[in-house]
């Protein structure tokens, strides 16, 4: 039997978990941040104080929204436009910007705050308390973890899109360059989320 043919399908099932994966992992980052955009206040406490009392908090949560949007679609994507190449091109870009964006976000914020939590790093010329500043906590645990997955899942959707080997080793290759280019940026004080 040709292992060609008894490879497509698990390369097709794998393709669609992994684009439903960013589908829904996207979506559901979504809606907190479309339930603070329409003024809601529940979870507020999970955020830097001063953030969720900008003038610029519900602004800044609609402008997310496009972002999440877009990279769930992505995923959606992977599913159902991947035969098309130029589509398929166009699906692995914004995978790649994503992957790149979100995986060093993650990365960068996780060692960050737990920089901040160990004293290292100092938190607005104090000390991090953990009564005063359990917002670097929720950060570390929570919203960080979120990019470095998405950017996971993005990169996974599209290793799972393409059929040769080589292929698959310049996806990885890139992906890992877009984040330690994401990295470095993050350290020179530069992040793009």
Not at 100 to 129: C, K, M, P
Not at 135 to 158: K, R, S
Request: some cysteine.
């Amino acid at each position: 039997m040709n292992s060609n043919l008894s490879s497509k399908p698990l390369q097709l099932k794998s393709t669609n978990w992994a684009g439903g994966a960013v589908f829904v992992w996207s979506i559901a980052y979504m809606l907190p941040h479309l339930y603070w955009a329409l003024g809601g206040r529940m979870g507020l406490f999970l955020l830097k104080p001063g953030v969720a009392a900008s003038s610029q908090f519900e602004l800044i949560n609609w402008i997310s929204l496009p972002f999440f949007i877009v990279a769930g679609f992505v995923g959606l994507g992977f599913i159902y436009l991947s035969k098309n190449k130029i589509l398929h091109l166009l699906l692995l870009s914004i995978s790649v910007f994503g992957c790149s964006i979100a995986t060093s976000h993650g990365i960068f914020g996780i060692i960050y705050r737990g920089l901040q939590i160990a004293g290292v790093i100092g938190l607005e010329n104090r000390t991090f308390d953990i009564h005063d500043d359990m917002y670097v906590v929720w950060d570390m645990v929570i919203f960080e973890p979120w990019f470095l997955i998405e950017g996971i899942l993005l990169a996974t959707a599209g290793w799972f899109s393409l059929k040769e080997a080589r292929s698959r080793k310049v996806w990885l290759a890139v992906c890992m360059l877009g984040t330690i280019v994401g990295l470095v940026t993050g350290m020179l004080g530069v992040r793009f989320a």
